[in-house]
C-alpha cells in the first residue's frame, strides 16, 4: 500500500458525460501528479499540482481540467467524454515539487461507452 | 524520438533464476534520474528502484538491482532469484526537466515478465 488512495476504482459512462476523479496524497506529500494510461498512448503525464498551485502541465487536453485543494487533495475532471478517453488514471505524490520519490495511487479504471 | 527505449516487449525466465530488462534514454541534460516500476495484472504502479544520474554506486533494493552505464546510457534492471510474483509489467522512467522549473517522468512503453514454475 503506498498510502495513495484514489476513488473511485472503476467508472463506466457514457461519451459526452463528465466526470470527476479524486485522489488523496500520502500524508505529508505536496506534489500531485495525474498520468493516463491508455494502450495506444502508454503511460503520459497529465498534470502536476503543488502546494495547491499548478506546476506542470503535460499532454493534457483541454477538456480535461485539475485541482488541488487546501487539504492538499486533488480532482481531475473530464468532460465531454469521448471513446478514447478510457483509460487507467494515475494519480501519484511525491513530499517536495522533485522525483526523487513518487508514490503511485492504485488507479481509476474510466470506460466510456 | 523515443526518450525512453524498452526494446523487450516480453521475457521469459525460470523462477529462481536472474533476468535482466533493457533500458535505454535519451537525454541531454547532465542532472536526470531513473526509476523502475512494476505493474501486476492488478494493476497498480510499483516503485520498485531509483538511480540518479550523479550516483557512482549501482543502486539496489533487495532483489533489485540497477545496471547503470551512463556513457551507454543504459539503465538495465536485473532481478536475482525470480520468484512467480515478478509476474508482471516493467516500466523505465526517466525524470525530466520541465518548463517552469518542475519535473516530469516520462515512460518506456514497458517490458511483460513471465516467471515460470
Known amino acids: 500500500d503506498s498510502g495513495v488512495t484514489q476513488t473511485p476504482k472503476h467508472l463506466i459512462t457514457a461519451t459526452g458525460q463528465r466526470v470527476t476523479l479524486r485522489c488523496s496524497p500520502r500524508s505529508g506529500d505536496l506534489s500531485v501528479y495525474w498520468y493516463q494510461q491508455s494502450l495506444d498512448q502508454g503511460l503520459q503525464f497529465l498534470i502536476q499540482y503543488y502546494n495547491g498551485e499548478e506546476r506542470a502541465k503535460g499532454n493534457i487536453l483541454e477538456r480535461f481540467s485539475a485541482q488541488q485543494f487546501p487539504d492538499l487533495h486533488s480532482e481531475l475532471n473530464l468532460s465531454s467524454l469521448e471513446l478514447g478517453d478510457s483509460a487507467l488514471y494515475f494519480c501519484a505524490s511525491s513530499v517536495g515539487s522533485g522525483l526523487d520519490e513518487q508514490y503511485f495511487g492504485p488507479g481509476t479504471r474510466l470506460t466510456v461507452t | 524520438a523515443q526518450k525512453i527505449t524498452q526494446t523487450q516487449p516480453g521475457m521469459f525466465v525460470q523462477e529462481k533464476e536472474a533476468v535482466t530488462l533493457d533500458c535505454t534514454y535519451d537525454t541531454s541534460d547532465q542532472s536526470y534520474g531513473l526509476f523502475w516500476y512494476k505493474q501486476p495484472s492488478s494493476g497498480e504502479m510499483i516503485f520498485l528502484i531509483y538511480?540518479?544520474?550523479?550516483?557512482?554506486q549501482n543502486a539496489t533494493e533487495g532483489r533489485y538491482s540497477l545496471n547503470f552505464q551512463k556513457a551507454r546510457k543504459s539503465a538495465n534492471l536485473v532481478i536475482s532469484a525470480s520468484q512467480l510474483g515478478d509476474s508482471a509489467m516493467y516500466f523505465c522512467a526517466m525524470r525530466e526537466n520541465t518548463q517552469g522549473g518542475s519535473e516530469k517522468l516520462v515512460f518506456g512503453k514497458g517490458t511483460k515478465l513471465t516467471v515460470n514454475p
Open positions: 538511480q540518479g544520474s550523479y550516483d557512482e
